[in-house]
Structure formats: structure tokens, C-alpha cells
């Protein structure tokens, strides 16, 4: 079984980190680009170096971290870094750092490293809401705005002491989402893409329902990647516990039978289906209107089950000539054979082009950032193991159904 690589080369980032008590969601951020697979170099301002040590920063982004302008001076580093780079992220982005990029000076590494860069620029404010209202501050927003600099945030919430307002750096995730859009390639523009996503909840009275054990993070990570690369993307949503992503269209659907209808009403101009929601095998055969007592129910309450409707199968038996068809599957079998087993059994009866299994558990998948997942191809003998978090599993899809 190999393992998967995506497509798309590692991308050379920059990462520069101003002095600001956000400093620490930097590290976050490093961490979150390096896990993706991207190579990550840290220039911290001496501010910077105030909230968080160099140990710190050469160790999440696994290179040497440089903060003078005469370091390796034979290097021409001070121009050499901005050269090399793919994408450049300022966060946080204080006050300061942003009216020294609008001025063009180049005080430090930082400063030299953003004025001998053409890569895409991204910067993630922080600051307190009073300096954000600044006039000085907009006026340099808004230069940076017309360069063509991007930026992301600043968010609403509490800042530093006991205030609150408009001045927090957006999330890390959120950060690097962003940023790895403006450099890469637009290669899923032009398909259109259907996702379920979450867990059904199939009522018995207005309080109690069956349910599996989902968040949607799978889903909304396909989605979002999806949007970035160009598609236009349906998002079908059952019971989410993740916000969908911006830039997408979102149908709720909270129930199998809801699932059910619009699912096969929007595949039809799909050109790719991903069907990520936890779907309800059985439904109550009927739903009471009043809340079932308990006193009622007695000691031993067995309600009356019916099959639900197979929406995998469904899709797969109207599939149009083209369309994709990815199904997943959640196993609990710790035997990796008969895991692969089921998944092409279930991928040959259903019409499934690509089958994503995964391995769940009290400890596995449900809710984890970072899971492990296997693919199986109709097309191909070969399955294809990707581990990581859920953000890198998504582009790491798209990469291999692109690849077939």
C-alpha cells in the first residue's frame, strides 16, 4: 500500500512574527503549515523574541531561524529569503510592522525580506481597537490594500487585559487557509462539487433522536478546500459541530429522508459527489408528536425501526456518465485487512468510484484534528494511505482524484 503525496510541491513560506502578545498563535500557525507539509521559515522581529524564544520557533518550524541582517552576510540573506519564498505571512501584524511595510522601510530582516519578495503577502492584524481605529492605521491599511497586500482579520473578541473589541488575530487554521489559496493553483475551477456533511438525527418525540457520532469536520474541510481550488461548491449539512466555510452554498438537511432529497435533486449537475455524512441505518417508524413519557415507556423501551434509505447506493445507481462518486465508510474492525475488505465491497456494490475508509473509536476520528484514512480506487488495484490533520487529508483528496 503506498503512501499518498500530494501533487502540488511543498510550498516555501515565510512566516514573520511581529511583536504582539498574539505571537503565541504564531506557533500555532508554523505548527499548522509544517503538518500540511510546507517548508517554513520563521522571521521574528527582537519584539517578537520578547513573547516567544528562538528554541521555540526553530523547533515547530524544523529550520534555523534568522533575525539579523548580517547573519550569514555571504548568503545575501537579507534579500535571499524574500526571493525564495512562495507566500509571506505577517502574524500578528502590530501597528508598528504595518505603518513601517506602508513607509517601504526595512529596519530589520523582516523589513528587507518584504520589499525583495513578489510572493503573495499576507498580514493578520492584532492590536487593540482604539489603534486599529487609528486614523494613521487606516490610512496605512488602505495603502497596503491598493499594493495588493492581503489581509485577513483583524476578528472581534477579547484582547489583552479585560477589554474587548475589533482588534484579534483571526485563527491560526483560518490564517493558513487563506494564505495557501493565494498560491495555489486554481486546478479545480470550472467543477461543480456536491458534499454531505455531519450527522443525521432521525426524531422519536421532539426531544429524543438516533444519531452517529459526527462532527462535519471531514465535510467542511472537503469543502473549504474545494472553494479555495477554484470549484463551486454545494455543502449539504446535516447536524454540523464546525462552522461551514465562507465562499460555498449551504443546504441544511437535517434528517435522512431531507438528506436523501436533496442529495440526488443536486447531483444531478455535479461533477464530483462526496457523500462524508453520517447517515442514519435505521429510522423510527413513527414519530410522536408529544413528548414520550418515561413513566409510560416502562422498564424495557424498544421503538420500531426501519431501514433508511441507502443515499450512497441511490447516488451511485443515477450516477451520470463522468460524475465522481467518493463514499466513506467508518470502521471500527482494528484489522486492516478486513477493513480494506469491507471497503471494496462496499465500493463494488454501491457504484462508488473512490471509497475512503477510515478506522474510528473512542479515541479515533470523531472530533480529532488528525486521523488517518485509506483510499480505494474502481479504477485501480492500488490504495493509497494519508495520514494527517483533516485540513491536509482534504487537499490530499483532491490531489489524488485529480492524479486519476
Do not use: C
Not at 416502562?298 to 431501514?307: K, R
Amino acid at each position: 500500500m503506498a503512501k499518498a503525496e500530494s501533487s502540488s510541491s511543498p510550498l516555501t513560506v515565510v512566516v514573520g512574527v511581529a511583536g504582539g502578545i498574539a505571537a503565541y498563535k504564531a506557533v500555532i500557525l508554523v505548527r499548522e503549515l509544517v503538518l500540511r507539509g510546507h517548508i517554513v521559515t520563521v522571521i521574528p522581529t527582537a519584539s517578537a523574541l520578547k513573547f516567544v524564544g528562538m528554541p521555540t520557533w526553530e523547533a515547530i518550524s524544523r529550520n534555523r531561524v534568522f533575525t539579523e541582517l548580517f547573519d550569514d552576510v555571504a548568503e545575501v540573506r537579507h534579500v535571499a529569503l524574500g526571493q525564495q519564498a512562495d507566500l509571506v505571512i505577517i502574524a500578528p501584524a502590530t501597528a508598528h510592522t504595518i505603518a513601517n511595510m506602508a513607509a517601504g522601510l526595512a529596519p530589520d530582516l523582516l523589513g528587507t525580506t518584504l520589499l525583495a519578495t513578489t510572493a503573495p503577502v499576507l498580514i493578520a492584524p492584532a492590536m487593540h481597537t482604539e489603534m486599529w481605529d487609528h486614523p494613521s492605521v487606516v490610512a496605512n491599511i488602505a495603502a497596503l490594500r491598493v499594493r495588493g497586500v492581503h489581509i485577513i482579520g483583524p476578528e472581534s473578541g477579547p484582547l489583552t487585559g479585560m477589554d474587548s473589541g475589533v482588534g484579534r488575530m483571526s485563527e491560526p487554521d483560518a490564517i493558513a487557509d487563506y494564505a495557501l489559496s493565494l498560491a495555489r493553483p486554481q486546478d479545480w475551477a470550472g467543477k461543480n462539487v456536491l458534499i454531505s456533511a455531519g450527522g443525521t438525527r432521525e426524531y422519536l418525540d421532539p426531544v429524543r433522536f438516533l444519531g452517529n457520532r459526527s462532527t462535519g469536520e471531514m465535510g467542511v474541510q472537503i469543502a473549504a478546500a474545494a472553494a479555495r481550488r477554484g470549484a463551486s461548491v454545494t455543502l449539504v449539512a446535516a447536524h454540523l459541530e464546525v462552522t461551514p466555510p465562507s465562499g460555498v452554498r449551504v443546504i441544511e438537511a437535517p434528517d435522512v429522508m431531507a438528506l436523501a432529497e436533496v442529495m440526488i435533486r443536486e447531483s444531478v449537475e455535479a461533477d464530483v459527489v462526496f457523500m462524508t455524512a453520517a447517515v442514519a441505518d435505521w429510522v423510527p417508524d413513527k414519530f410522536s408528536a408529544e413528548k414520550l413519557s418515561k413513566a409510560d415507556l416502562g422498564a424495557h423501551w424498544a421503538p420500531e425501526l426501519v431501514p433508511a434509505p441507502d443515499i450512497l447506493a441511490q447516488l451511485g445507481a443515477k450516477k451520470p456518465w463522468g460524475q465522481i462518486l467518493v463514499g466513506f465508510t467508518a470502521e471500527t474492525e482494528v484489522d486492516e485487512q478486513i477493513r480494506a475488505d469491507r471497503a471494496k465491497d462496499k465500493m463494488a456494490a454501491k457504484n462508488v468510484d473512490v471509497m475512503v475508509a477510515n478506522l474510528v473509536g473512542e479515541r479515533v476520528g470523531f472530533g480529532a484534528v488528525e486521523t488517518t484514512v485509506t483510499l480505494f480506487f474502481t479504477a485501480s488495484p492500488q490504495s493509497l494511505s494519508v495520514e494527517g490533520m483533516k485540513s491536509s487529508i482534504a487537499e490530499r483528496l483532491l490531489d489524488a482524484l485529480l492524479d486519476r
